[in-house]
């Protein structure tokens, strides 16, 4: 058997194309990005890779996003969303999902909240290896002291842009170049 393949959609957004890549008989988001499609693709799973994809439309998904970018930060985090990951990487991703936007926690807060205190590199990398952003939002996550920090969708600019749009705003020591 067959399985059916995977449905793309790409959306405008301030900050560049945001593409999604969703199984069709669950409609949860497996990756998404602000990169090419063939990049959201390379980043799955070769199981999920292997089913290939089409274009399609992903209402759930738009609403999301339009609802993000008209004010209702959290919309994003209400659409589901899996990827491949160990129990740690697993349990700050869910985590991640729970900041509120408009606001931003620190590693060591992601760390903490996930229930490992000192886990703050471990938080640093689940962050870099999220393959579904901004539906599980690391943008939000900031160095201790309020610096941005890096952001591997589109650098320390973008994230500051939004952190913006969801209300947070970045100090003048937030990292971003005047």
Excluded at 53 to 66: I, K, N, T
Excluded at 99 to 125: C, D, F, I, K, N
Excluded at 168 to 175: M, S, V
Aim: charged share 20%.
């Amino acid at each position: 058997m067959t399985e059916t393949p995977l449905v793309a959609s790409s959306y405008d957004t301030p900050f560049g194309v945001l593409t999604v890549l969703v199984t069709p008989e669950d409609g949860v988001v497996r990756s998404s990005g602000f990169r090419p499609m063939r990049d959201t693709v390379a980043a799955l799973p070769s199981r999920l890779q292997a089913r290939g994809w089409v274009e399609g439309d992903l209402p759930r998904v738009e609403a999301a996003v339009e609802a993000w970018l008209d004010g209702d930060g959290d919309a994003i985090t209400r659409v589901p969303v899996h990827q491949e990951g160990g129990p740690f990487f697993q349990e700050l991703w869910a985590q991640l999902r729970t900041v509120p936007s408009g606001s931003s926690v620190s590693y060591q807060e992601l760390a903490a909240m996930a229930g490992r205190p000192r886990a703050m590199r471990a938080a640093g990398t689940a962050c870099a290896r999220n393959n579904i952003a901004p539906f599980i939002p690391c943008h939000r996550v900031v160095r201790s002291g309020g610096e941005l920090g890096s952001y591997g969708y589109g650098g320390v600019a973008m994230k500051a842009a939004m952190l913006v749009l969801e209300g947070e705003r970045p100090g003048d020591d937030a990292g971003v170049a005047s």
